[in-house]
Structure formats: structure tokens, C-alpha cells
């Protein structure tokens, strides 16, 4: 085979079958290990379409690119004791979560709501063991307005500042013998 029929064999155009990347094993000659497959389309030798990407790790992402990287519309699974649990479905941009998404932590908790650059940023719903919280996120804490809902049954709406209830707001506090809130201002 000529360099031109290789050259032309080896370049990543148009819908393809899976690739395999691998790394040469220290200290043996020809022994390699598997650190990644691609299934997807390729535009100009990089991911760029809808493909399926999967790590030696085995983290899978499924979804569009773009020169590369994950952009559009993806899901983004993890191995979590032998089994692939979703960690993030949502829109995606330069590889972060960017847009509306849901992300789903390690510990049960999960976000739905809208992101930036990676980080929960503007309206959304966090919902956690210690409670569910509607509202503001700015650069990943709650800031602004919002309503939060303990496990007590106590019910908070007002101001938050990085993760901090501050400012004007409304806290009701659950009255376990009579089934009812009862209301305390505050600032």
C-alpha cells in the first residue's frame, strides 16, 4: 500500500464504525490496552455530529459534537459498582453542562435547572436529603429569591446569598401535633 492509500484509509470523514484508541503498555513490546472507542460521525479527523464516546473507565457520553467536543444535545453516564448510572442529561457547550439539564450526584440528590460553563447558574430546582430548594443559582449557590422545603415540613421563601438565607423573607415552621405552619417574619 502507497503513502496516498494509506493517507486516504486513515482519515476520519462521514459516518464511521468504532475507533479504538490505545497506549502501549510499559515494559512490553507488543502489548497495548484499549483507552477509549468513538461510534459516530467525524468531520475534519475530530468528533462532529452525533456519536458515542466511551472511556477506558468506562464514562460513556452519548450525544452531539462539534470539532470534538460535546456540544448540542448529550448524556453523559458514569460506572458506578459494575453498573452505568446517568450523572448528566442536558444541553452541553465547549464539553460543560450549558443550558437546561439534570444532573444526578453520587449521594441521590439531583439538580434540574439551568447551567453555565459547568455550574449551576439561573432558575432551578435542587432536590436533597436535607430538603428541596426552588429558585436563583448564581455561580453554583443559591442566590436570589427562592423557596425552601425541609424534611421537618419547615418552609422557607425569601433571599438567599451564596448558599446563606439573608435579607427579607418568610420562614413557617411545621407544628407536628396540629398538622399546621405557623408563620414568623423576618429579615
Known sequence: MDSATRDWTSRKEGP???IYFTKKLP???????????????WKANQYDGKGTFES????????DWV?????????LWV????????????????????????YYYPNGDHYSGEWK???????GTLQAKAGVYEGAFFNNKKHGFGVLDLPNGDHFEGMFVEDMKEGEGV????DKDRKTHTKRCGR
Open 56 to 63: 477506558a473507565n468506562c464514562t460513556r457520553y452519548v450525544g
Open 27 to 41: 515494559g512490553s513490546a507488543n502489548s497495548y490496552a484499549r483507552t477509549g472507542q468513538y461510534l459516530g460521525d
Open 171 to 174: 420562614y413557617f415552621y411545621f
Open 79 to 102: 460506572k458506578v459498582k459494575d453498573e452505568l448510572r446517568k450523572r448528566y442529561v442536558g444541553q452541553w457547550s465547549e464539553n460543560h453542562p450549558h443550558g437546561r439539564g439534570v
Open 67 to 75: 470539532a470534538g467536543k460535546r456540544e448540542g444535545s448529550g448524556t
Open 117 to 123: 460553563k459547568g455550574v449551576r447558574h439561573g432558575a
Open 16 to 18: 464511521r464504525r468504532t
